[in-house]
């Protein structure tokens, strides 16, 4: 099992069920936006499909970090 980083930017969780035909992901990213702020974006959906996705905007990358 790797070890996550104290404070990741990017983290990619998938869970596999072949039994239950679940083939699943969640994806948390930060990014930084054209005005100084920074964007939390999160995916979501079945793996091998673009699946769902969300954008919160923050001012600052600590508090988008707190979000994560």
């Given at each position: 099992?790797?070890?996550?980083?104290?404070?990741?930017?990017?983290?990619r969780?998938?869970?596999?069920?072949p039994?239950?035909?679940?083939?699943?992901?969640?994806?948390l990213?930060?990014?930084?936006?054209?005005?100084?702020?920074?964007?939390?974006?999160?995916e979501w959906?079945?793996?091998?499909?673009?699946?769902?996705?969300?954008?919160?905007?923050?001012?600052?990358?600590?508090?988008?970090?707190?979000?994560?």
């Amino acid at each position: 099992m790797q070890q996550l980083e104290m404070f990741p930017k990017d983290i990619r969780i998938e869970r596999v069920d072949p039994e239950a035909n679940m083939y699943r992901f969640y994806r948390l990213r930060l990014m930084p936006d054209l005005f100084g702020g920074v964007s939390l974006l999160r995916e979501w959906g079945r793996i091998g499909t673009q699946g769902r996705h969300r954008i919160e905007l923050f001012e600052d990358e600590g508090r988008a970090a707190d979000a994560m």
